[in-house]
């Protein structure tokens, strides 16, 4: 079988981790293109992981006309999607995008639409679904063996100013959007569709910072369809330069305490003196998340992540700054058609 033929749209932080996942996976998968808008950058970057080889874009249109690509890994920031995904599906190109995939509802639900019509496969970057405590805690949770899910809480602590435009609400969506999407996704892969939130956020300690108009703490409180509830709070004025992003949930029958996707404890509460179950592996989580989307295109099987699970994450968290700025519950677009 021949190798998949890759381009990389953006080639800012998150497009290394990609790119390392890729030469991870050289048996299935290579990467022939680059476009970034800073055509110095882009080859350095195409030097760096293909010694050269790679064709170097600036403009996108033309990289698609070019390329002739099998799959697109999407490493713009939320503001700054165009028609790329378009593109992608009037030619048949399979997608990795990175989160958030939209700012608005509207935008990613017209995005899942189109991908579904192409009959492409898509995965979004939601890789905390990859590490080996979550694959082993949700295994067993489909199971049935740890009974249904009924509190789960999350906390996402980091401290910096990151890129200018991460700090804009317009451009990034603020904390919760664009970075603690990533846990607001994982407790809907455990606990399935949430149904309303209530959040409260705020601007307390960056106020004096020029463009920074995007919330430093928040709370959210969720309710699943099915019952449970959860909490995530955020902040970004934690330990400097340090990224924290913890989570437990309580089962019927365990209690799950995750201190990172691959590291766990599971504690066995509806059986006394039963065992506890201690997970610690070092996979990575960006080749195991590259590896589901290499496997669904060529078995034309599913991916773990597709679109339709990226507008379903971001309705929730749209449905929390909602919830802040109107100061009451909102109900969570869950639409299925």
């Known amino acids: 079988m021949n190798k998949l033929r890759a381009g990389i749209l953006g080639v800012g932080s998150i497009a290394h981790k990609h790119a390392r996942a890729i030469q991870d996976l050289a048996e299935h998968i290579e990467l022939v293109a680059c476009c970034g808008r800073d055509e110095t950058k882009t080859r350095a970057f195409a030097e760096q992981y293909t010694a050269g080889r790679a064709s170097v874009f600036t403009n996108p249109a033309e990289m698609f006309d070019r390329a002739k690509l099998d799959v697109l890994v999407i490493c713009l920031p939320p503001f700054a999607h165009t028609d790329e995904v378009e593109h992608a599906t009037e030619r048949g190109i399979h997608l990795l995008i990175e989160k958030p995939i939209a700012l608005d509802s509207a935008t990613a639900w017209n995005m899942v639409r189109a991908t579904e019509r192409a009959g492409i496969q898509t995965q979004v970057g939601f890789m905390y679904r990859f590490g080996e405590a979550v694959e082993q805690f949700k295994t067993r949770l489909d199971a049935g063996e740890w009974g249904r899910v009924g509190l789960l ?12 435009w991460w700090r804009e609400r317009e451009k990034s969506g603020g904390q919760i959007v664009e970075q603690a999407i990533h846990l607001f996704d994982l407790f809907r892969y455990f606990g399935g569709d949430v149904a309303r939130v209530y959040s409260r956020q705020a601007n307390l300690f960056h106020q004096t910072v020029p463009g920074y108009d ?12 099915h019952g449970a509830l959860g909490v995530v709070y955020a902040t970004n004025a934690a330990l400097p330069h340090q990224w924290i992003k913890e ?10 305490e995750f201190s990172d996707w691959n590291h766990a404890t599971f504690t066995p509460t509806g059986a006394p003196n039963a065992a ?53 519950p909102v109900e969570v677009r869950n639409e299925n058609s």
């Open 276 to 328: 506890l179950l201690f997970v610690a592996s070092e996979r990575d989580v960006f080749v195991a998340q590259l590896q589901n989307l290499v496997q669904a295109i060529q078995t034309n099987g599913e991916t773990r992540t597709p679109m339709r699970e990226g507008a379903r994450a971001l309705d929730v968290v749209l449905a929390a700054v909602e919830s802040n700025a109107r100061g009451m």
């Open 247 to 256: 989570w437990r949930v309580v089962t019927q029958n365990v209690l799950a």
């Open 214 to 225: 995007i919330e430093d703490v928040s709370a959210t409180i969720l309710e699943f369809a």
């Open 153 to 164: 809480s999350a906390r996402y602590f980091a401290n910096s100013l990151h890129a200018s």
